[in-house]
């Protein structure tokens, strides 16, 4: 409990200060919480039994009026505005019923080092993929490149696993178990095997710079065929990194996180590829640079066919991801997305053409990975995403299946 | 061997999780039909399980002022004030003063309330538009009433309502998401078949909070770790019976074998129905649910969004095989694109 809580009682006052406000800034609204005589327009007057309970109450309050409450809903599948302006999503306003407004499910305490691992991962795993690239046909700059920036964004991610943690002194309880049903379990576990390997095949560069003589020259001599082990061990392990984070998220009853399941994985991976693609473009000479420019163009396109099914595909549950910062951040995602691989197709022989768009890529992935991460976030948040998929997915099943026992179903319900 | 139902389905969960000698499964069966909204289960839980104090100032939603499960409450008693008669066969306040009309405008305001409960994500910030429209009908009192019902205004503006209390809980699923995904292993299965966190194991990852289908589970701020109800764990262990049921002076909170419950629940629907209750019915008591019903499980009076509760609750690991499949297949296309990109092409 924090000490530093205002007064009790000053929450209250608060609000009706607030109410007396806001009322009276409505016009034709009498001002403040006085009681109103039942002469108001919008009530109805009737009593007994079978009263609607119309959205006259969201209209008095300035809202945007709403259909009769306990009608059943009309089908929702209008599909897109016929004319309408580039990908509009025409989701209806959905009709629910709440608890006085509050989100049912509690959203994620995630912070944003979640949403930057989410990145660092991917660029670690593009980028040990690319460094293995590198290291099995011959090109030095993309092996270098890609396992110093694998170990950095290996090491980064670490950071931000444990500082999200409530009890961060407590990380290590996460090799307690190995859980299948635990994508977080299994992620650690992947990242166990990872990191290591990461590391190794990392500080294996450093090997030119020891003397030729002594202990330190054994390790010169040691160091590179090690390093190629260890690289091999992280490109392997780099997929699984790269795309159990889909299902790190999907895994929750945040609705459009769960509800995107299939794609996820798929725009983690694309992402990852991009991002690695990037460093390579960033850190090669145009001549060793081709598998990165392929990788590009690989991933950028994994990644928007991904993002463009969970914009699309999932009907109210896409909403979050079109609407407010996740939908500001996807569409600069995909900008950036599209800007960096015509950059890199484009200035093949311009080392700088090459350097912006391997930038590009990597900001569009920050864009990409933050964006899905706020969608989910938003969607947890405002019990709509909650409740109108749900009593569509019960009402399928009850016009589906009559055996289904409805609610309040006889005696023989339990 | 780990049953075909483990993730989905009907399923005793105690032998599933590996008890040998596991006793009946033993849940809370809530009627709210006789909930009086009194708080004492709040109350008796918080005084035996030493949960922090919460809750003292006014949300200004309704008469409830807990707002939410929170780490910090692991009893919640919704309360509900609805335009419409107590009963459809007959309204018992017809022509009883019930008070004055206030605007939707005060739920709108309210549901941007917010107080500290220690917790986080606690008791966040409504929708007005939702809330608006949960408040409207011919008549709403507006909680909170400014005065006693049937004061200044005339007989002819009167209209029937009702309120709904029910007091919330963690519901000890046969499938628990949040058991499923903790990667600690802090969140376990017990011999009565209710799941509890441990707290000298668990490190705060938050994966529970947002797998639970109900928002139950919840952060404690400072401390940083998950708690919920434990179905009093140690009074169980010492054969009693848990704090809020104890306490519940209406017995509208029963704890018992689940079995029995279920019975008991389905008698008291049946019993209400021929009262003239059709709109009671039974909520997370069908092991055939999306979460493979629940240890603590309902008797309501309207729909479960009402009551700040999912309608139709999937645990999220029923799709998991599924998503490690589409994983693997991403990560098989993430090797595939790398190795084409090296092999083919020339420059």
């Keep these: 409990m924090s000490p530093e809580r205002p007064a009790v009682g000053d929450l209250f006052r608060r609000f009706r200060a607030r109410l007396a406000v806001e009322g009276a800034a409505r016009p034709g609204e009498p001002g403040g919480h006085a009681p109103k005589a039942g002469t108001h327009g919008s009530r109805a007057t009737g009593t007994g039994a079978g009263v609607a309970r119309t959205d006259a109450g969201a209209a008095e309050a300035g809202l945007a009026p709403q259909p009769l409450r306990d009608v059943p809903p009309v089908e929702r599948r209008r599909g897109r505005r016929k004319g309408g302006g580039g990908e509009q999503l025409t989701v209806p306003p959905a009709e629910f019923t709440s608890y006085y407004g509050r989100p049912i499910l509690k959203a994620p305490v995630w912070k944003w080092d979640i949403a930057a691992y989410l990145f660092t991962g991917g660029l670690a795993a593009g980028s040990s993929l690319l460094a293995a690239g590198g290291q099995l046909t011959g090109r030095p700059a993309l092996r270098r490149a890609g396992r110093v920036t694998a170990l950095a964004a290996v090491s980064a991610s670490a950071y931000f696993l444990i500082n999200d943690l409530g009890k961060p002194s407590r990380f290590h309880h996460m090799l307690r178990v190995a859980k299948p049903t635990s994508p977080m379990s299994m992620g650690t576990w992947i990242l166990t095997a990872f990191g290591p390997a990461a590391g190794i095949a990392a500080v294996a560069e450093a090997a030119p710079w020891l003397p030729e003589r002594g202990v330190l020259g054994l390790g010169r001599r040691l160091l590179p065929p090690v390093g190629h082990a260890a690289g091999l061990v992280a490109a392997a392990t780099a997929p699984a990194l790269a795309t159990y984070t889909g299902v790190l998220l999907a895994d929750t009853a945040v609705p459009s996180w769960h509800e995107a399941y299939p794609e996820l994985p798929t725009i983690f991976a694309g992402s990852a590829l991009a991002s690695g693609a990037g460093v390579g473009l960033l850190a090669a000479p145009p001549a060793q640079a081709g598998p990165a420019r392929r990788l590009a163009v690989a991933g950028a396109a994994l990644e928007l066919w991904g993002s463009h099914r969970v914009e699309n595909r999932l009907g109210l549950l896409s909403e979050p991801y079109a609407t407010g910062t996740a939908g500001r951040l996807l569409r600069a995602g995909r900008a950036l997305t599209a800007a960096g691989v015509a950059g890199a197709l484009v200035g093949r022989r311009s080392r700088v053409l090459s350097a912006l768009s391997g930038g590009a890529l990597l900001a569009a992935s920050v864009c990409t990975r933050f964006g899905i991460f706020h969608g989910g976030v938003a969607s947890a948040k405002d019990p709509k995403y909650t409740v109108v998929p749900q009593r569509e997915r019960a009402r399928r099943r009850e016009s589906r299946g009559p055996d289904v026992s409805g609610p309040g179903a006889g005696p023989n319900g339990g | ?347």
């Excluded at chain 2, 003292?56 to 309704?62: K, N, P």
């Excluded at chain 2, 802090?186 to 509890?196: A, K, M, N, P, Q």
């Excluded at chain 2, 209406?250 to 629940?265: H, M, V």
């Design chain 2, 1 to 347: 061997m780990p049953d075909a139902n483990s993730l989905y389905g009907p399923l005793d969960p105690a032998p599933d999780a590996g008890w040998v000698e596991a006793g009946p499964r033993v849940g809370f069966f809530t009627d709210t039909s006789v909930c009086i909204g009194c708080k004492a289960c709040e109350v008796a839980c918080k005084e035996w399980n030493g949960v922090p104090d919460s809750g003292f100032d006014l949300l200004g939603m309704s008469y409830d002022n807990t707002g939410a499960l929170t780490a910090n409450s692991w009893r919640h008693v919704a309360f509900i004030e609805q335009p419409r008669p107590a009963g459809h066969r007959t309204p018992p306040f017809a022509d009883t003063p019930t008070g004055p009309p206030a605007s939707a405008q005060s739920a709108v305001t309210a549901a941007g309330t917010t107080t500290d409960t220690g917790t986080d994500p606690g008791v966040p910030p409504g929708r007005p538009e939702a809330a608006a429209r949960m408040a409207a009908g011919p008549e709403f009192l507006g909680m909170p009433g400014a005065q006693p019902p049937g004061r200044a205004t005339g007989a002819d503006t009167r209209t029937d309502f009702r309120w709904l209390m029910m007091s919330d809980v963690c519901k000890h699923c046969t499938h628990a998401a949040c058991l499923d995904v903790c990667p600690t292993g802090s969140l376990f299965r017990t011999e009565f078949g209710t799941v509890v966190v441990q707290e000298d194991i668990c490190n705060g990852c938050g994966y529970c909070i947002s797998a639970c289908p109900y928002g139950v589970i919840d952060q404690r701020k400072g401390d940083g770790r998950a708690w919920k109800c434990t179905l009093c764990y140690d009074r169980l262990g010492a054969g009693k019976t848990p704090a809020c049921a104890q306490a519940c002076p209406t017995e509208s909170i029963q704890f018992g074998p689940l079995d029995e419950l279920r019975e008991r629940a389905a008698q008291r629907v049946a019993h209400l129905h021929d009262r003239g209750v059709p709109e009671a019915r039974l909520y997370g008591h069908d092991p055939t649910d999306g979460v493979g019903g629940d240890g603590a499980f309902f008797l309501l009076l309207d729909e479960p969004e009402v009551y700040g509760l999912p309608p139709d609750p999937v645990v999220t690991t029923r799709d998991l095989p599924k998503m490690w499949k589409r994983a693997g297949l991403a990560a098989l296309a993430m090797a595939a694109a790398a190795v084409a990109a090296f092999v083919g092409g020339s420059s």
